[in-house]
DNA sequence: GTGTTTGCAAAGTGTTTGCAATTTA
DNA sequence: TAAATTGCAAACACTTTGCAAACAC
């Protein structure tokens, strides 16, 4: 069986991301249409700061190393992204802001998403005392085989 | 001369640390005695470097915050401790290193143990090509209700 | 024009490391 | 005594922040 990308819950982003950020409440700058663009514009992906400044600095935005923080930390108060807790050293953002679950490659520390609908857990025991759950986050690390 | 894994996350801990060390090949210097007492000794526990540095200043073990980190790594690594990345921020670490998934208080930082036996992830897809699972982490984000 | 956003450099936070002094076996 | 361990301070990696200049509307 194939294992495919997962289907991107999210509807077709504008070829401009200039809806998308307006949508969301951000002013479409020059330096948010382009990480919009890097982001959104591909499939699915994740990314940390670094490795979006390299990309931004690689397709030739000039777009500071504290705007990509600024930038991520807005998109993701805006529900375009999503944080990814896999690696205390690290933040990870996720542009598939939909239910699913990944793999984390513990070589290569490269998450990848599982395919929709794989995964259900079973057997949830009560929240503590007055809590309700917001998300349930399940993590397949994976290595080579020695 | 094999590293031995400790006996059992579950069963008593000895009333001195001594053994455990010596099992873990750790030589049982006054500062892992106290850190390894005031660890095992309760039952299982979320640690931070922080969180622990400042129990054994208050239990009047002088510990440096430098030594805490070693140690944390060591007991980790000889399988005496288990790291939970839960938090991008800050390292955990669990004294329960058998089979089980947590809780995360998103207000508090909290993280609860879930009972055993509770939690079966069904479904799980393959692995990426020539991996194989090492583990499966479930985290069950909560949160007062609005 | 006015309020928002950017970029730089500095500061902050959690963690690791080099090395002399100390401790353990 | 030899080898392992500690503690300090400095170094580190990642991230956040203050503020003047640039930009969007």
Same mark, same amino acid.
């Given at each position: 069986?194939? =294992?495919?990308?997962?289907?991107?819950?999210?509807?077709?982003?504008?070829?401009?991301?200039? /809806? $998308? +950020? !307006?949508?969301?409440?951000?002013?479409?700058?020059?330096?948010?249409?382009?990480?919009?663009?890097?982001?959104?514009?591909?499939?699915?992906?994740?990314?940390?700061?670094?490795?979006?400044?390299?990309?931004?600095?690689?397709?030739?935005?000039? =777009?500071?190393?504290?705007?990509?923080?600024?930038?991520?930390?807005?998109?993701?108060?805006? /529900? $375009? +992204? !999503?944080?990814?807790?896999?690696?205390?050293?690290?933040?990870?953002?996720?542009?598939?802001?939909?239910?699913?679950?990944?793999?984390?490659?513990?070589?290569?520390?490269?998450?990848?998403?599982?395919?929709?609908?794989?995964?259900?857990?079973?057997?949830?025991?009560?929240?503590?005392?007055?809590?309700?759950?917001?998300?349930?986050?399940?993590?397949?690390?994976?290595?080579?085989?020695?």
């Amino acid at each position: 069986m194939t =294992v495919m990308k997962p289907a991107s819950h999210h509807q077709n982003r504008p070829a401009k991301p200039d /809806g $998308l +950020l !307006r949508n969301a409440g951000l002013r479409p700058t020059r330096q948010r249409k382009a990480l919009a663009q890097l982001l959104f514009a591909q499939g699915d992906r994740h990314v940390t700061a670094e490795t979006l400044y390299d990309e931004a600095l690689a397709a030739g935005y000039h =777009v500071s190393l504290a705007t990509i923080y600024n930038t991520l930390h807005q998109f993701s108060d805006a /529900g $375009l +992204l !999503r944080v990814i807790a896999i690696d205390t050293s690290k933040t990870y953002f996720d542009t598939n802001t939909g239910d699913h679950h990944h793999f984390f490659i513990e070589e290569t520390n490269e998450i990848v998403d599982m395919p929709d609908g794989y995964i259900r857990v079973e057997n949830l025991p009560e929240p503590p005392q007055g809590m309700e759950i917001s998300r349930v986050d399940v993590i397949v690390r994976v290595r080579s085989p020695l």
